[in-house]
């Protein structure tokens, strides 16, 4: 047993209502330069869809992840080492800018400077690349909220496999949503398929870099991810990804997405795992079988032989202690109702989500039963709105098993603490039905419900004593190039020396900046000052 640490994120799908601003904050902090404006390291969904970049759930076309061959060993699905390097210059397999999308800006100068005339100005749509003239036909969240109408079948690849379960009148139509960040997986098809060795996983927190130094643009890495999470700048010929804002987290503040997050959906926790068993795991013939391999590769934090190897492999007892509290191991593994997405991808994701209930319940409040009785709620998963059978593609390989457990779960979750809020005797026959304890109920709604801030985020108390000590990192991560440390990078990226930002009138110097604020402090300066 090799026992490894990890940052992990859980995210609750049924409170994600597609605001987008932890897209807008994410792009803000991270891909506001020349060079990546199509690039957006968070991104939101909508589901059914065709994603960003377009279809990229196909991997029979841009043949990312693992795959097992003919032996039964895992190999990158883009093929061998020799096929790959017969197409370091001229790789096929790449999405198109236009898969992405073609990001533009609008020609605001043509309004604001062109006087007076006899007709109105417009601003036409400017290529930001180019900076000619362009039509937009597509966008990052273009198919936003348009749910599982029939445009939608042919073009999500999971919906295709499922057209005849899916009834497609548009009074049945379902949708919800799906933010995506890097998986920051266990075992990266990414990192196994960069020619040059420029992607590494930490040893520390098992964070996704990319090495800016080593990096020669060969694209590989993008064939290799299969969720399209690693981006081509085409200005500075690097790759580039979601960093899981590691300045941010190594002086314990949460990830910019989790910390702006509306509906609180996010959250981050330390797992351990053994690194020895991730490729056994990996490597199960039977692609259903690996969500449960890979719960199986975590390791229970509170078993004292666990505790020891973790303490005997350098692992502080900060990092066990957060591991014992994280609200990621109790939704992953106590309580069962995170999933991971596409495990037969083959790359332990590890980046989990909760899948959404909410749809049914208004479903069933429309019809007028009762949306918070356990029988109704039951029968209404199999029934109602969103197919058991999409949401297994999705987070289990096709096994509804899992999902199903997970949304009974959360249904009698949802229907004992009304009881109990109603202050009505709860029914036991949930606990059993559900094969949870009366006070684990309670505990699971109060962690998904009213978490507060510390619950939700349980980063390592001593990761800011780390930071300095951690000056490699800077050559793993776009921001400023070497010989900058994280503490330099967080206090120039995220101001956490200064709120103010030393700009602005004075009367705004004491507001808050909340890129930076940690949620632990007081209110001031949260709320404007009335002058």
Known sequence: MRVMAQLCMVMNLDKCIGCHTCSVTCKQAWTNRGGVEYVWFNNVETRPGQGYPRQYQDQE????????????????????????????????VLPTVSDYYDPWTYDYENILGSGPSDTTPVARPKSLITGEDTKVTWGANWDDDLGSGPEQVAKDPILGKLEEKVK???????????????????????????????????????IVLVDQDKCRGWRQCVTGCPYKKIYFNHKTGKAEK?????????????????????????????????????????????????????????LNPHDERV?????????????????????????IVDYQVALPLHPEYRTMPMVWYIPPLSPMVDALKDTGHDAENVGNLFGAIDALRIPVEYLAELFTAGDVGPVRASLDRLAGMRSFMRSINLGEEPDLDICEAIRLQPEEIEAM??????????????????????????????????VDGPGTTAFEVVADKFHLLDDANGAGPEYKQGRVNLLNWDGRSGSAGVVPVKQ
């Open 168 to 206: 497609l009148e548009f009074e049945e139509t379902f949708m919800f949503y799906l933010p995506r960040i890097c998986e920051h997986c266990l075992n990266p098809a990414c990192a196994a398929s960069c020619p040059s060795g420029a992607i590494y996983k930490r040893s520390e927190d098992g």
């Open 242 to 298: 979601c960093t899981f804002c590691y300045p941010r987290v190594e002086v314990g503040i949460p990830t910019v997405c989790s910390e702006t997050c509306v509906g609180r959906l996010r959250y981050i926790g330390v797992m351990l795992y053994d690194a020895d068993a991730v490729l056994e795991a990996a490597s199960v013939t039977d692609d259903k079988d690996l969500y449960p391999a890979q719960l199986n590769v975590f």
């Open 61 to 92: 076309k841009w043949k990312g992840g693992w795959t097992l061959n003919k032996k039964g060993k895992l190999t990158l699905k883009s093929g061998s080492r020799a096929k790959r390097l017969l197409n370091i210059f001229a790789n096929p």
């Open 445 to 478: 709604y109060r962690l998904l419900a009213i978490a507060k801030y510390n619950d939700r985020y349980v980063i390592p108390n001593n990761a800011s004593s780390d930071a300095h000590r951690l000056d490699a990192l800077a050559t793993g991560c776009s």
């Open 307 to 331: 505790i020891q190897a973790a303490q005997d492999a350098g692992i502080t007892s900060e990092w066990i202690k957060a591991a014992q509290d994280s609200p990621c191991y109790k939704l």
